[in-house]
């Protein structure tokens, strides 16, 4: 039913009934290809929807605080990938959490003062916000909106969580509120518009018509920009038929459609239309395809309407990561993934996410020196546990060390395997005998000093490359001494003369000497 204030408005539109006879929309089968680069944008977003559906929970808690054990209940809803107090630990400054026995999750001092940005930053940007719903009800068939679709799409398009309160009141010229939608929004409300406006019902493709008639004089035919992605291909069919339709006339999305046939090409023109401007209207040019289909009645779209994204590849994209079907408008991105023109409201994302990141280089930054620490350990107990006298190839072998071992692929294997140090030491009434370590990081070797000299021993200590080591063995092989997740193993390595230590070795002697010729060299 069309309400009174907006049939009056609708009636200054322009009735488009049809345009020319009934022709079939194309059977043609478009076929889907990857879009590495939008699907790529939207894997860059993952650990921010997380971290706001996770925030959300305790925002709208009462009193904005919520036992983290009710928390973490809510893991499955919020598609948590990890423990909530794991996903916390790493990202600090999204939300306190009181100590045991009974901790309790709130906002942080970054938060809250990001939570008071938010609400100045919608407050500067209400004319551009008020002006993007008033264009979503003017799309609509009917002039109005069942207020729980508008709360399902509201972050899509840049709305605050509180809209019926801070935006709508401030506009009683464009909305009216009919009906009470309840604590949540969730109740059965409709915001209706007031009065139609002429300026805004222009879609982004009639803007850009008369933005360019007037740098050069002429105003160009509104229609769609078509930007296939590299190397895809369509059927010279499906070209043919592509090229006719982008002939057709442009059907703003603004336009009474009542009288198109629902099966021709100047309907499939109209609907084209609508989920352009749809997806124009919101902050990152994207949406998910569920919640547009939640529009379906008041856009008057068909049930197949997710068909038209796959039908026209050059102007949409559909990704299909984070589970579920994303509708990309291709324009609005370059070749790199990233958008063209920012929105205005895109920059309460950018500051959410450098909270993010400020919290998770705290986290690395916590978790490095554990590990400085672990090492240290480690480094005390294998000199503790050393034979002297016997030989570095004895003790590597002691602990199990075979040439024959891989390296180690993961990321804390390879962070370990660094340069070797050799120590000559001297034990008072022992004798003498070398040690081998391996030490993190590369300019650690006082630590290496430091460590000897507190138990008691006299230390010098020579830097060395792990493809400068010759003469370890009494076979003469080259050998580097490394430690991959805690356990040391050894492997040969090839090297040229020039560049590698000249050793002895006495078998069977007490004595043993490496004297270091590559230990001035600067390695990184």
Not at 26 to 55: C, E, F, G, H, T
Not at 140 to 167: M, N, Q, Y
Not at 172 to 184: A, I, K, M, N, S
Not at 478 to 501: F, H, I, K, N
Request: proline share 6%; net charge positive.
């Amino acid at each position: 039913m069309l309400l009174p204030a907006a049939a009056a408005a609708a009636g200054g539109v322009h009735r488009l009934k049809s345009l020319c006879p009934v022709r079939r929309i194309s059977s043609l089968k478009v076929p889907w290809r990857r879009d590495a680069a939008l699907d790529a944008a939207i894997l860059r977003d993952r650990r921010y929807r997380l971290a706001s559906r996770l925030v959300r929970e305790v925002l709208l808690s009462p009193g904005r605080r919520l036992l983290l054990r009710y928390l973490s209940k809510r893991r499955q809803r919020i598609r948590l990938p990890v423990l909530v107090p794991t996903f916390l630990r790493r990202y600090p400054t999204l939300l306190s959490v009181s100590p045991p026995p009974n901790p309790v999750a709130s906002p942080s001092p970054h938060l809250l003062s990001f939570l008071e940005f938010a609400s100045r930053h919608h407050a500067l940007h209400s004319p551009l916000l008020a002006s993007r719903l008033a264009k979503l009800l003017m799309i609509s068939s009917t002039r109005a909106l069942p207020v729980p679709k508008i709360a399902a799409a509201k972050r899509d398009f840049g709305l605050p969580d509180d809209f019926l309160t801070s935006l709508v009141p401030r506009y009683p010229h464009l909305f009216r509120l009919v009906g009470d939608p309840g604590p949540d929004a969730s109740g059965n409300a409709f915001l209706e518009l007031v009065s139609w406006d002429d300026q805004l019902a222009k879609s982004v493709i009639e803007l850009r018509a008369d933005k360019e008639a007037d740098v050069v004089g002429i105003r160009p035919r509104p229609n769609f920009t078509v930007k296939l992605p590299r190397g895809f291909y369509l059927k010279k069919e499906m070209r043919e038929w592509v090229r006719d339709w982008l002939e057709l006339p442009y059907v703003s999305p603004y336009a009474d459609t009542s009288g198109l046939h629902p099966a021709s090409p100047e309907a499939e023109k109209r609907l084209i239309g609508v989920l352009h401007e749809v997806l124009s209207l919101s902050v990152e040019r994207r949406m998910a395809v569920p919640i547009i289909g939640k529009f379906c009645d008041e856009f008057r779209l068909s049930n197949a309407f997710a068909n038209a994204f796959t039908r026209h590849p050059g102007i949409f994209y559909v990704s299909l990561k984070g589970g579920i079907k994303t509708a990309v408008l291709r324009e609005a991105y370059d070749e790199n993934g990233e958008l063209v023109d920012k929105d205005p409201m895109i920059e309460l994302k950018e500051r959410f996410v450098a909270i993010m990141d400020e919290g998770h280089r705290e986290y690395l930054e916590e978790l490095r020196k554990k590990r400085e620490e672990l090492e240290k350990q480690r480094l005390q107990e294998a000199y503790r546990g050393a034979k002297v006298g016997t030989g570095i190839e004895d003790e590597m072998e002691e602990e199990g060390i075979d040439e024959s071992d891989e390296d180690d692929d993961s990321e804390e294997g390879e962070a370990l395997m660094t340069w070797g140090a050799v120590a000559k030491l001297t034990r008072s009434g022992v004798g003498n005998g070398i040690a081998a370590f391996v030490l993190e990081p590369l300019n650690s070797l006082s630590r290496l000093e430091d460590i000897l000299s507190s138990h008691g021993q006299e230390a010098t200590v020579g830097l060395l490359a792990p493809s400068a080591v010759s003469g370890l063995g009494a076979g003469g092989g080259a050998q580097e001494a490394v430690v991959a997740s805690g356990r040391p193993r050894r492997r040969g390595r090839e090297q040229e003369a020039s560049s590698c230590t000249q050793g002895l070795w006495h078998a069977g002697s007490r004595q043993a000497s490496i004297f270091v010729s590559a230990a001035h060299r600067s390695y990184s």
